[in-house]
Structures are given as C-alpha cells and as structure tokens.
C-alpha cells in the first residue's frame, strides 16, 4: 500500500517510519528543504531511541522515501496522513493553519480515491473541516474519505508505542475507509490489539479526553504529594498503595515538578476552549491546569528553602533539560521553566542534559548558564544539585566523587529519584517531593 505522512515532526516521522517496518511503501513529505535534505542524507532531527537505525533499514529497503513535492506524492498514494503540527494559538485553541493548508493541497491534487487521515492532535469537528475543504478546492470527481487515526505516542518510547499499542482508533466515515485502514494495521493482529473503531468526531474526542484523563492523574499525586509532605507522609507508599487498585492503576502517579511536553500543556488548554465553544466548561481540566502551573513556584520555593533561604549569588548544578528521559523535547519543560526562574533569581546555574544541550543552547541566550560536557562537570563548585529530569545515567551517581566536587552536599531532588534515609547516611541535606 503506499501511504504519504504530510509532516516530518515528531508524530509525522515516527508514524511514516513505522509503517515502512509494517512493510508498506511510504513517503513522507515536508515543506522545509532542509529537514528533507538532512532525512536524504542519513540525519534525523529529533531525539527517539531506535529510530535512526529503523530509518536506515527500510530507506535501505526501498520502503521509506522523504520528499517536499507534495503534489507528486498526494497523487502516488491511497492513504494520506495529516501529521503537521497543531499549536497552541493565543486564545488557547489549537492552531489549524497547517492542516487547513494540507487539507487544500490534497484536494487540488485528487487523481483517484484517498483516504485523508488526520494523525495531529485535533479538536472534534476537525474532520469536518477538512471534508469541507477538500470539497471546495478539488477539481474533478474524484471521491475521498476522512478519517481520524490519534496518535498516542510517548516521546522516549514511540517505536514501542506504535509497534506494540493499548489500543488502535480510527474514526471512519464509511466501512471502504475502516477496511483500508484495518488493512494498514494488519500486522497489529497477530499481536491481538484492540481497534476501537468508531465515526469521526468520537476518535477526535478521544484524543483530547485521553490526554486530559493523564494530566489529571499528574496533577492531582502532586497536589497528594504536597499534602503528604504537611502530615509526614511518603507520597511514594501512598501512589503504591492506590495503584495496586485496577480501578485506579499505578502509571502517572509519580509525584515532581509538573507535566511538560508538545502534548498535555498544549491539549488540556484547548479542551477549555473546545468545551467553551460548545456552549459548556470542564471544571476538573481548568483545576488540573491551574494546579500544573502554580507547580514551578511550589518547586522554586522548596529549592529556595534548601538552598539557605536565598538563591540569589549561589551556583546550582541542574541535571536535566528536557521534560522527560529519552527525548530531547525542550517545550514546556519544568526543568527549563527552573533554570529561567534560578537566573531570574540571581543565580548561576551550570546544566547539564544527555540529549537537549543543543537545543537548549539554540533555544535562546542566557547569561548566567554554563552548559556542560557531563553529569559532574555541572556539579562541580555548586552549592546545590537540582535533580529536574530522571535520566537512568543520573540514578547511579557516585556520591563519593559528588561529595568531593561540591561546595555544599546539598541534593533537591525533584523526581524523587533517591531514597531520604540513604542520602541522610551518604552525609547528604535532601529534599524530595511529598517525602
């Protein structure tokens, strides 16, 4: 079958790349020359284990194909993927220019039946739109379908994502596009996944319900884990014991600094919007918002207070950049909402992050930052570590060699990564969340 992804982001790319190793013949298309220039010769330009090596192998098997000529490539498939990016607008709603853009250019280039697959994150009635589109720019009397196929991709594990999912939705208009894209996920039955398939506007709902339901989750263990630390509790037991529940289940409970990222921030604010311009408002998702953001002064105040009551003069050494471990995603990420608010503060930090240095380096200049060759050059000289993003590498640190590099053996440890009593006995001043 061959396929076009329109977009080679995060969703674009990782998707194209995954079908080719499904064994269809796909080609992923951008408008940026130079992205598709570096994708030809061999570079890809984000951080996600495994998938340089699985572009090489199907680029090298004739399956995976980068282009920028999207007319050419509408033309050559049956399945269409819009996988362009839905930003945040400044009302707060998603920004559908790009999809809007696509969804043109895919009906002034029909030749015969597509299946238009919109794999962004969008709000319900995206669908629609896209339909609406295509029929006003499309010139001959070609028929098409759209349909909705969300993604639910956690940047650091992708691959596995896709290759091994919960679950696979498809939202179809009619039953010719939901046995094609079946047919596209064919090698997900020998591994039994559930497909939920369903019309449209429901799979769209998903998305966005799915998302919130997680950053609930988040939200509402950190709010536990500020509780826990006022009545001497270890929020670590208290997440234990209410993930053993099945009703309940032990994922994204783990207390720290907030959730991040291209997706939770982004999505929960737009459902906001969604709801307002139905008509209705979602009372838990604006709570869950405000909690995620009042979350960086909760933490600033728990590195003020460890730090002596004072930040402004002092050197921190941050490990960690990037929102999560194995990615180097730099967007919203609690990690680099903390080192702007240290050097707002008067402080110099010195960072240190395994795959988002460059970005962050690209991103903006900052005085007052040293960024660092590794883990113990950027905490050398501190007078505290702030442990902001649970890379495996900063788990096994050698507390011998730290101690001799600091100036004051003080860890804040935002993702609870080490054990109070173990760091008490290693002559360490430690601070978690909710312990």
Same mark, same amino acid.
């Given at each position: 079958?061959?396929?076009?992804?329109?977009?080679?982001?995060?969703?674009?790319?990782?998707?194209?790349?995954?079908?080719?190793?499904?064994?269809?013949?796909?080609?992923?298309?951008?408008?940026?020359?130079?992205?598709?220039?570096?994708?030809? !010769?061999?570079?890809?330009?984000?951080?996600?284990?495994?998938?340089?090596?699985?572009?090489?192998?199907?680029?090298?098997?004739?399956?995976?194909?980068?282009?920028?000529?999207?007319?050419?490539?509408?033309?050559?498939?049956?399945?269409?993927?819009?996988?362009?990016?839905?930003?945040?607008?400044? !009302?707060?709603?998603?920004?559908?220019?790009?999809?809007?853009?696509?969804?043109?250019?895919?009906?002034?280039?029909?030749?015969?039946? =597509?299946?238009?697959?919109?794999?962004?994150?969008?709000?319900?009635? +995206?669908?629609?739109?896209?339909?609406?589109?295509?029929?006003?720019?499309?010139?001959?009397?070609?028929?098409?379908?759209?349909?909705?196929?969300?993604?639910?991709?956690?940047?650091?594990?992708?691959?596995?994502?896709?290759?091994?999912?919960?679950?696979?939705?498809?939202?179809?208009?009619?039953?010719?596009?939901?046995?094609?894209?079946?047919?596209?996920?064919?090698?997900?039955?020998?591994?039994?996944?559930?497909?939920?398939?369903?019309?449209?506007?429901?799979?769209?709902?998903?998305?966005?319900?799915?998302?919130?339901?997680?950053?609930?989750?988040?939200?509402?263990?950190?709010?536990?884990?500020?509780?826990?630390?006022?009545?001497?509790? !270890?929020?670590?037991?208290?997440?234990?014991?209410?993930?053993?529940?099945?009703?309940?289940?032990? =994922?994204?409970?783990?207390?720290?600094?907030?959730?991040?990222?291209?997706?939770?921030?982004?999505?929960?604010?737009?459902?906001?919007?969604?709801?307002?311009?139905?008509?209705?408002?979602?009372?838990?998702?604006?709570?869950?918002?405000?909690?995620?953001?009042?979350?960086?002064?909760?933490?600033?105040?728990?590195?003020?207070?460890?730090?002596?009551?004072?930040?402004?003069?002092?050197?921190?050494?941050?490990?960690?950049?990037?929102?999560?471990?194995?990615?180097?995603?730099?967007?919203?990420?609690?990690?680099?909402?903390?080192?702007?608010?240290?050097?707002?503060?008067?402080?110099?930090?010195?960072?240190?992050?395994?795959?988002?240095?460059?970005?962050?380096?690209?991103?903006?200049?900052?005085?007052?930052?040293?960024?660092?060759? !590794?883990?113990?050059?950027?905490?050398?000289? +501190?007078?505290?570590?702030?442990?902001?993003?649970?890379?495996?590498?900063?788990?096994?640190?050698?507390?011998?060699?730290?101690?001799?590099?600091?100036?004051?053996?003080?860890?804040?440890?935002?993702?609870?990564?080490?054990?109070?009593?173990?760091?008490?006995?290693?002559?360490?001043?430690?601070?978690?969340?909710?312990?």
């Amino acid at each position: 079958m061959n396929i076009c992804v329109v977009g080679t982001g995060y969703v674009g790319l990782v998707t194209g790349t995954c079908f080719a190793e499904f064994g269809s013949n796909v080609i992923c298309v951008d408008k940026d020359e130079s992205k598709i220039a570096a994708l030809k !010769d061999g570079k890809v330009p984000i951080y996600e284990p495994g998938l340089d090596e699985m572009i090489d192998r199907n680029v090298k098997a004739g399956r995976l194909h980068f282009s920028t000529d999207l007319q050419a490539s509408v033309r050559d498939s049956l399945v269409v993927f819009i996988a362009v990016g839905t930003p945040q607008g400044n !009302d707060g709603r998603a920004d559908l220019s790009f999809v809007r853009a696509v969804a043109k250019a895919v009906g002034e280039n029909l030749n015969s039946f =597509k299946v238009v697959v919109t794999k962004s994150t969008v709000p319900a009635g +995206t669908g629609k739109m896209v339909r609406e589109i295509m029929q006003e720019s499309c010139t001959g009397e070609h028929k098409f379908s759209v349909a909705s196929n969300p993604e639910f991709l956690r940047e650091g594990s992708a691959i596995e994502d896709f290759m091994r999912p919960n679950r696979v939705v498809v939202g179809v208009e009619d039953e010719m596009a939901a046995a094609i894209l079946r047919d596209l996920y064919r090698p997900l039955y020998l591994i039994e996944t559930p497909f939920v398939v369903t019309d449209v506007v429901t799979a769209e709902m998903i998305k966005y319900a799915s998302n919130a339901f997680l950053a609930t989750k988040i939200s509402y263990i950190n709010e536990m884990a500020d509780l826990a630390e006022r009545l001497g509790a !270890d929020i670590h037991a208290v997440a234990k014991g209410m993930g053993l529940d099945n009703r309940i289940g032990s =994922k994204f409970l783990h207390p720290g600094p907030g959730y991040g990222g291209s997706c939770f921030p982004k999505d929960t604010r737009a459902m906001l919007s969604i709801a307002q311009d139905a008509g209705g408002d979602l009372k838990i998702v604006d709570a869950v918002i405000r909690v995620n953001d009042d979350r960086i002064e909760t933490m600033m105040d728990k590195i003020t207070k460890a730090a002596g009551g004072s930040i402004a003069g002092k050197t921190f050494g941050l490990l960690g950049l990037a929102f999560k471990p194995n990615t180097d995603d730099l967007r919203e990420s609690p990690a680099m909402l903390i080192l702007d608010r240290l050097i707002e503060a008067g402080a110099k930090v010195q960072a240190y992050d395994p795959a988002g240095m460059e970005a962050a380096k690209a991103e903006k200049d900052r005085s007052g930052v040293t960024y660092c060759d !590794d883990e113990y050059a950027a905490i050398e000289g +501190t007078d505290a570590i702030v442990l902001a993003t649970e890379w495996n590498q900063f788990r096994g640190l050698d507390f011998d060699r730290v101690k001799s590099l600091v100036k004051s053996p003080v860890m804040i440890d935002l993702r609870n990564v080490y054990e109070p009593e173990t760091m008490l006995s290693r002559g360490f001043s430690y601070v978690g969340v909710g312990r």
